[in-house]
């Protein structure tokens, strides 16, 4: 069974700076995706960045980019100059779209994010 | 842009009532999962169908819970009788999920949340 593991409980930064969410799996599998799901006071869930386990290059979206590492199992999430809006509780998740009977979605214990002004 | 609409957002009742949570995922979607999520267990899945089929519902109480796919457009979730401990957020996602390799498949879309107080 796949595993999300998030070390980091909660984290705080200063309004534009720059904060890295660190993210580990386990996995015994090849081809897989990667995300980064971010859930704001208003609980709504909201994708911020996926990753084909196949492609090389890490994927960016605007001031969010990740590191992935493969090999290390590693996937961090970093935010540039960080806003007020930012602030939210941020999970990590894997999905293997291989597996037939094992299509789902499982999610990291969560990172809370406070940007201060 | 595409939502998942769920139903109701908030709900109240006493223990031993029956509860009915209802989803209706993005059309054209072919997997429609249900989570729960808790201060102390997070996000956890309790089900999930493909193509209208559950394919996993182990994560499931079965006694008490049930989850159907009546039709495409509509995914209900039922706690019968309900009970203090089922007080959760119980969110519905429905995703595109495909074996191939595709830009625009496998991610999933969450509904807002149904937030369910058993007193």
């Known amino acids: 069974a796949q595993t999300v593991t998030q070390s980091q409980p909660e984290m705080s930064v200063q309004e534009a700076e720059t904060v890295t969410l660190s993210c580990t799996y386990d996995?015994?599998?090849?081809?897989?995706?990667l995300f980064w799901y971010k859930q704001p006071p208003s609980r709504q869930m909201i994708l911020v960045i996926r990753q084909e386990a196949y492609k090389q290059q890490n994927a960016t979206e605007n001031r969010f980019s990740v590191n992935f590492q493969k090999a290390a199992k590693s996937f961090s999430l970093k935010i540039s100059d960080s806003q007020l809006g930012d602030t939210a509780m941020y999970f990590c998740?894997?999905?293997?779209?291989?597996?037939?009977?094992?299509?789902?979605?499982?999610f990291g214990g969560g990172t809370r994010v406070l940007v201060k002004p | 842009d595409a939502r998942v609409t769920q139903t109701p957002r908030h709900k109240v009742t006493e223990m031993g009532q029956e509860v009915t949570m209802r989803c209706q995922p993005i059309l054209g979607h072919n997997t429609v999962f249900w989570y729960r999520q808790t201060m102390m267990q997070g996000l956890e899945l309790l089900a999930y169908f493909r193509n209208r089929a559950p394919l996993d519902d182990s994560g499931m109480p079965k006694d008490r819970f049930s989850a159907e796919m009546p039709d495409a457009t509509l995914a209900t979730l039922k706690i019968q009788p309900s009970e203090p401990r089922d007080s959760a957020v119980y969110f519905c996602?429905?995703?595109?999920?495909?074996?191939?390799?595709?830009?625009?498949?496998?991610?999933?879309?969450f509904g807002a949340g149904s937030r369910l107080t058993v007193l």
């Open positions: 996995t015994s599998e090849n081809n897989y995706y």
């Open positions: 998740a894997f999905m293997n779209p291989i597996k037939a009977a094992g299509n789902k979605l499982t």
């Open positions: 996602a429905s995703g595109l999920v495909l074996t191939l390799q595709s830009s625009g498949a496998n991610v999933l879309t």
